[in-house]
């Protein structure tokens, strides 16, 4: 059975036996099983995962940015990976406005059945309080210490890293002036040992999901996804659009490509994408991907998919416009033209250094549904259904990231082969 088919063989086994346990989720033997047998599995494999993320980053983007450098293509790259950034976060939010406002999907819900987990929305309040001014978290970017932001990448501190690695990278294309050097023979290695290990993980990934999944649905059965189906279904039919439609003409237009045959190949990383609903969890296996099966250069899949990971959030750029949108409706809150184009252009700024990690995206929904007067308890309407759409607009965030990670290869290509 190729691995894929496990893959999915073992959501769909974890889907159904969280959703028929769900309904005997207050027996304590299940509890008890569930908490010490089957949380664990799911934890210990994407803490596996993410104890490689930030080494692989950092060697990742130091080694793409360097071989960039070493030939002139950093500067055209960047503009290439922003274009493509731009055009399908912005076309992203617009279908997801778009939908909300045809569908109506707040309407007439019945406000106070529907609170949620007031414990989650103050933490997400919590998180939300501590964001920092727009000015102070542009200068944040540039990092006091770098290895201190190593160890918080993972909560936060990816974009400093990132910009860290961008700069000392360039710095050591221009002192080795395209001469070996020792500094890239340590990033080499130790990208290589990065990937090793996530190939040995990965033999346990089937587990892994079977255990990730099922611990939503047993959390939340299907009761809160008919409660909020309508809101859901607005959120995954956008979802679908920017896949079918956007990263199809994308790919069409700008890279001459096959849409179906790519998705097809890349039919497992979405996989892995959905179980774990983590960009940076997905992100070694996208690499691995992109340079042996897509045959992307590996300087530009290494540049582009490392910045993407936290950059290039199509699915949650989507995900917090109709959900702002929604709230409003739900709480009567009429917002005008201008308001929602204002929704719409936050949306896609806090799409950018949205933490990927599961729920990273929260704390700036709240952000934007307070500023046009939301409640705070508003959030504890989507807790519930959270998990699931998660998954969804992760796997459309790893598949935006390989999308501009093969447009940018293709187009840097074709440009030296007509200087040729």
């Known amino acids: 059975m190729k691995n894929h088919h496990r893959l999915l063989l073992s959501l769909l086994l974890g889907a159904c036996a969280g959703l028929a346990l769900h309904q005997f989720g207050e027996n304590d033997l299940l509890q008890q099983f569930n908490r010490y047998a089957i949380e664990p599995v799911g934890q210990l494999f994407l803490r596996l995962i993410f104890m490689i993320v930030t080494p692989m980053v950092?060697?990742?983007?130091?080694?793409?940015?360097?071989?960039?450098?070493?030939?002139?293509?950093?500067?055209?790259?960047?503009?290439?990976?922003?274009?493509?950034?731009?055009?399908?976060?912005?076309?992203?939010?617009?279908?997801?406005?778009?939908?909300?406002?045809?569908?109506?999907?707040?309407?007439?819900?019945?406000?106070?059945?529907?609170?949620?987990?007031?414990?989650?929305?103050?933490?997400?309040?919590?998180?939300?309080?501590?964001?920092?001014?727009?000015?102070?978290?542009?200068?944040?970017?540039?990092?006091?210490?770098?290895?201190?932001?190593?160890?918080?990448?993972?909560?936060?501190?990816?974009?400093?890293?990132m910009f860290f690695s961008l700069v000392f990278g360039a710095a050591l294309a221009l002192t080795s002036a395209g001469k070996p050097s020792r500094w890239v023979e340590v990033l080499e290695e130790t990208y290589a040992a990065c990937m090793l290990i996530v190939d040995t993980v990965m033999k346990f990934a089937p587990l892994a999901v079977f255990a990730l999944v099922f611990q939503s649905t047993f959390k939340f059965g299907y009761q809160i996804l008919l409660s909020l189906g309508f809101y859901l279904l607005v959120v995954v039919f956008g979802l679908l659009l920017q896949q079918g439609v956007v990263y199809t003409l994308m790919l069409r237009l700008f890279g001459n490509l096959r849409p179906l045959a790519f998705f097809k190949q890349c039919r497992e990383v979405y996989l892995y994408a959905f179980a774990t609903a983590s960009s940076n969890a997905t992100l070694p296996r996208s690499l691995e991907l992109a340079e042996q099966r897509l045959k992307l250069a590996p300087e530009i899949s290494r540049f582009v998919l490392t910045i993407g990971s936290t950059a290039n959030q199509n699915g949650t750029a989507l995900f917090e416009g109709v959900t702002v949108l929604f709230l409003a409706q739900v709480y009567g809150v009429d917002l005008s033209l201008s308001q929602q184009i204002q929704v719409v252009l936050m949306a896609i700024l806090a799409g950018i250094g949205t933490a990927g990690v599961p729920g990273g995206s929260l704390p700036l929904i709240m952000i934007l549904t307070q500023q046009i007067g939301i409640p705070a308890e508003g959030m504890g309407l989507i807790l519930g259904v959270d998990r699931f759409l998660d998954m969804c607009r992760t796997t459309l965030n790893v598949s935006g990231d390989l999308v501009i990670a093969a447009l940018v290869d293709r187009q840097t290509r074709d440009e030296k082969n007509s200087t040729q």
């Open 58 to 161: 950092v060697s990742g983007l130091m080694l793409g940015v360097f071989q960039l450098s070493s030939h002139h293509g950093l500067a055209q790259v960047a503009k290439r990976t922003l274009f493509f950034t731009v055009l399908a976060s912005s076309a992203s939010v617009v279908i997801g406005v778009g939908l909300v406002n045809f569908f109506q999907p707040g309407r007439g819900m019945d406000i106070p059945q529907l609170h949620g987990d007031i414990t989650g929305v103050r933490n997400i309040q919590q998180n939300a309080e501590q964001a920092k001014p727009m000015v102070e978290a542009l200068l944040e970017i540039i990092p006091k210490n770098p290895f201190d932001v190593a160890g918080k990448a993972l909560e936060g501190g990816m974009l400093p890293l």
